[in-house]
């Protein structure tokens, strides 16, 4: 009787809806500008503080050194960039440098995010 039990389980799995149901996606993506229902889309309200982007994106490179980045507050490291200019070093940030991929690590970030980013990096590094 049991040998009937787990039969009939292994063909109830295999049905068309049990199939569907174990291989349907974990997630969808919805892009901002489409109408994706009742999807609530993971966009910044606004600017964000410098502060904050950086303790949370920029800190585990910039504060530590790693991969050669500026560390913040060294005078030196950043005055040499600096002789670049300042939209150079955004640009880098926005784009990406060496080991720094684009946008370091704060893919939600806004061009203006960055910029100010940089620039509160640049204002406490003097």
Not at 10 to 16: F, G, H, I, L, Y
Not at 20 to 31: H, L, N
Request: charged share 20%; net charge negative.
């Amino acid at each position: 009787m049991l040998a009937l039990v787990v039969v009939f389980s292994a063909q109830a799995a295999m049905d068309e809806d049990s199939i569907r149901e174990r291989t349907m996606p974990v997630g969808k993506v919805c892009i901002e500008g489409n109408d994706c229902g009742s999807a609530t889309a993971a966009v910044a309200s606004g600017p964000r503080e410098a502060s904050d982007i950086y303790q949370t994106s920029c800190f585990g490179c910039h504060g530590t050194g790693a991969l050669g980045a500026p560390k913040y507050g060294d005078v030196s490291a950043w005055g040499e960039r600096l002789a670049k200019g300042v939209d150079t070093l955004v640009s880098n940030a926005i784009v990406g440098f060496n080991a720094m991929p684009p946008r370091g690590t704060c893919a939600t970030c806004s061009d203006d995010d960055i910029a100010s980013t940089v620039q509160y990096m640049i204002d406490n590094s003097k």
